[in-house]
C-alpha cells in the first residue's frame, strides 16, 4: 500500500480529519457494513450530503457496496472501505466505466432526435462493443438531423 493511502487511512482511524466526506470515510472503516441511513443519523447530515461523499469515495475506489440491508421496509446498500489499492484502481475503473455507459444509454434515448446520423450510428456502435442492445435510428431522429443540417448546425 502506497504511504499516502497508508496515511489516509491512520487519519481516518484517528478521527483527525474533519471534511464531510473524511468524516464519512472514516465511518465507513470503522463500520464495516454500515448504510447511508446510519450514517447519516450517526453524522446527523443531510441524505444529499452524505450520497454526494460516498459517491465521491466510491469514484475514487475507497468505498464498495457489498450488500443490502432492509431498515423501516427500505433498501440499503451496505458499505466497506476498500484498502487494497488494486482493488481500489478495479473499482473506480469500473465505476467511470459504467458512467461512461450511462451517459452514451442516455445520450442515445434523451437527444436521438437532436444528433446527426454519423454520430448516433458511433454512439450505438460503442454500445453494441460493450455487450448492449440498442435500437435502430427511429426515423424521426434522421428527419431531425436532417433539419438542423439545413440550418448549418453541423
Known amino acids: ?75 440499503y446498500s451496505t458499505l466497506e472501505f476498500v484498502t487494497d489499492e488494486k482493488e481500489q484502481q478495479a473499482i473506480s475503473k469500473r465505476r467511470n466505466f459504467d458512467k461512461y455507459i450511462y451517459w452514451l444509454k442516455r445520450g442515445l434515448s434523451d437527444y436521438s432526435g437532436h444528433l446527426p446520423n454519423k454520430l448516433m450510428n458511433e454512439i450505438c456502435r460503442d454500445l453494441k462493443r460493450y455487450g448492449y442492445d440498442t435500437e435502430v435510428l427511429p426515423e424521426e431522429a434522421e428527419e431531425e438531423t436532417s433539419k438542423f443540417k439545413q440550418m448549418e448546425l453541423f
Open 1 to 75: 500500500m502506497k504511504p499516502k493511502i497508508k496515511n489516509y487511512i491512520e487519519l481516518l482511524k484517528s478521527g483527525e480529519l474533519t471534511r464531510t466526506s473524511d468524516l464519512v470515510a472514516s465511518f465507513i472503516l470503522n463500520n464495516k457494513g454500515t448504510t447511508l441511513h446510519t450514517i447519516r443519523r450517526e453524522l446527523k447530515a443531510s441524505h444529499q450530503t452524505i450520497t454526494s461523499a460516498i459517491s465521491n469515495l466510491m469514484d475514487k475506489g475507497f468505498v464498495k457496496e457489498t450488500g443490502q440491508a432492509i431498515i423501516c421496509d427500505f433498501h
